[in-house]
């Protein structure tokens, strides 16, 4: 497989304050990445020094063969940006603003139509942009980056402003991208939502990569306990507790209901405890740790031992 | 190219849109026209060719008002863009900086040209309507007033730019465009007449003097058109700089020419440079 986008040891720095710190890593074709961190953690610098909107204090970068830092754009083509709040030419109109679009990354103009139908703007088409809301604006945005076919797709905050049916209508064309082989590249704030999407996840925390891998490769190293859920006969959480032994925040929700903390290594083992033939157990749920909780643990982590 | 011309078409229609291309089209052609009728009327019709009143009126209109308005358009091409944010997606683009740069300038120099031609042109027809005669060497006079007033809006357009390119809020650019106007066009020749008159002739030689001249576009735009044809130079009582100022129209054109390009580069230079 190829590099899609390689990033060596790249640093930003703004006069006195360092936006990011030798961040290194490679998106390989295909992969959707998933990039998460707060507000001025590096996220939309990150995107910006991948287009070659600014230039890194040092460090190399490279995106589909171009060094954007050297100003080259001819790979730009095959690269589709959505900026997080993106603006248009405000006195033009939608149908305007992406035939200037589209015609700039040298495409037919015939498939306007469809796309804008696609995300429900074909009524709003010949407003200027100036009257759109700003879901309006989004799906705007969304249409013109996925002109050009793109390789590269670099989404910052692509959901926000977008209602719940929009959200699906817009990861149903992610998907079709994945589908066809683009590397996409996610920034998002709703992490349960970037959860099922990405195959890789990226955090950064102020400027550092604190995690890099999968989610179960970050579940493993960050060591995370997983919350067992048991329901019991009616009075048989007793009898529970002792076939399980002494557990991490053990808790009795109701006379049915009992939960505790398990550790990575001794979770099959609790499981099968609990879960024992003849024993007092009716049902199961394990609770996997979350994004939200992973995202938490490495920012706390980083925040301890920088 | 095609990208230069894309991004021109865009301007133009933004210019057409937001009502630029009207409103500069109507208050060049109002001037002109109540300049042609009130401007003939203390000369009166005799021995002076219609024509080349309108000249001498319309420039000295032109040095105040085309550089107002070509610095009015485009003292926010670049800064004002990046602040509403536009150009983050634009630049986003398969398209380089200087490309955008140039793009710009050719839209808005369609613009106003398109505004000089039309309103400049309405003073020209009201005056073969009213039936007036005018001479071929005129008809030339005019028609290279109209050029140059054009020119002279590319070299505020440029510093305009160059303004757009540097500085970080759109309130600044519109500062220091105010003022580079108000240097350039009023205080500029109140300094120098004064430092004529305080020098009595003593160190200032005509060379001095026209070197001086071309430091300002204004005045290259002045002596251009107010000196340079016979009939002009002796209404607008510029015969006597112009053979002082020894400056010929090619100079004065490519000192014009020169004053589009050095801003323009420096502008785009600056452009090339800037992070978003």
């Excluded at chain 2, 009502?19 to 009130?38: D, E, G, I």
């Excluded at chain 2, 740069?101 to 808005?108: A, D, E, I, N, P």
């Excluded at chain 2, 008809?139 to 054009?150: D, N, P, Q, V």
């Amino acid at each position: 497989m190829t590099a899609i986008v390689e990033l060596e040891h790249v640093a930003k720095r703004y006069g006195a304050i360092t936006a990011l710190h030798d961040v290194s890593f490679k998106l390989e074709s295909g992969e959707t990445v998933a990039l998460i961190g707060h507000n001025g953690a590096g996220k939309t610098t990150l995107f910006k020094l991948m287009l070659g909107l600014s230039r890194p204090s040092s460090g190399n970068i490279r995106v589909l063969g171009d060094e954007p830092a050297a100003g080259e754009f001819a790979a730009r083509r095959r690269l589709g940006y959505l900026p997080e709040s993106v603006s248009f030419h405000a006195t033009l109109t939608g149908r305007e603003v992406l035939s200037f679009y589209s015609r700039l990354k040298g495409e037919p103009t015939a498939k306007i139509d469809d796309l804008l139908a696609r995300v429900g703007l074909t009524a709003a088409a010949d407003r200027q942009v100036r009257t759109y809301s700003k879901g309006m604006r989004q799906r705007l945005g969304l249409i013109q980056a996925l002109f050009g076919d793109p390789l590269l797709l670099l989404l910052d905050e692509p959901t926000t402003g977008l209602d719940p049916a929009l959200r699906l209508e817009f990861y149903e064309i992610v998907q079709e991208l994945q589908h066809k082989g683009a590397t996409i590249v996610l920034s998002s704030h709703a992490l349960t939502e970037l959860e099922e999407r990405a195959r890789r996840i990226v955090i950064l925390n102020r400027g550092h990569v604190v995690a890099n891998g999968s989610i179960e490769h970050l579940r493993r190293i960050a060591g995370l306990p997983t919350r067992i859920r048991v329901t019991v006969a009616s009075g048989q959480a007793q009898r529970l507790s002792t076939l399980v032994g002494p557990v991490p925040n053990w808790r009795e929700i109701n006379g049915h209901l009992v939960e505790f903390d398990a550790a990575p290594s001794a979770k099959i083992d609790l499981i099968r405890r609990a879960t024992d033939k003849g024993g007092p157990a009716e049902d199961v749920t394990i609770v996997q740790p979350t994004l939200d909780d992973l995202y938490a643990h490495f920012l706390r982590n980083h925040g301890e031992a920088p | 190219m095609k990208n230069v011309l894309l991004i021109a078409g865009k301007e133009i229609q933004e210019c057409l849109r937001n009502r630029w291309v009207v409103a500069m089209t109507l208050l060049l052609a109002a001037l002109a026209l109540s300049l042609t009728f009130l401007g003939s009327a203390p000369t009166g019709n005799v021995g002076t060719a219609a024509l080349d009143v309108v000249i001498v009126s319309l420039s000295s209109l032109t040095i105040f008002v085309v550089p107002l308005v070509a610095l009015l358009i485009s003292h926010d091409a670049i800064v004002g863009e990046m602040e509403r944010g536009t150009m983050l997606l634009l630049l986003s683009y398969p398209v380089s900086r200087i490309q955008v740069l140039l793009g710009k300038f050719l839209g808005h120099l369609a613009v106003l040209s398109f505004a000089t031609i039309l309103g400049y042109g309405a003073a020209a027809v009201a005056l073969v309507v009213s039936g007036a005669a005018i001479t071929g060497g005129s008809w030339i006079a005019f028609a290279s007033m109209i050029l140059t007033s054009i020119l002279l809006g590319a070299v505020f357009v440029a510093i305009g730019y160059l303004i757009s390119a540097i500085v970080r809020e759109r309130a600044t650019a519109a500062g220091i465009a105010i003022g580079i106007w108000l240097l350039l066009v009023v205080l500029f020749d109140m300094a120098l007449l004064g430092a004529l008159v305080v020098d009595q002739g003593k160190t200032i030689s005509s060379s001095i003097l026209s070197a001086l001249l071309l430091f300002n576009p204004t005045d290259i735009y002045r002596l251009f058109n107010l000196a340079g044809g016979e009939n002009v130079s002796v209404l607008s009582n510029m015969s006597g700089i112009a053979e002082a100022a020894n400056l010929g129209p090619l100079v004065l054109l490519s000192a014009l020419i020169a004053w589009v390009l050095v801003p323009l580069t420096l502008a785009g230079f600056s452009f090339s440079r800037r992070e978003l």
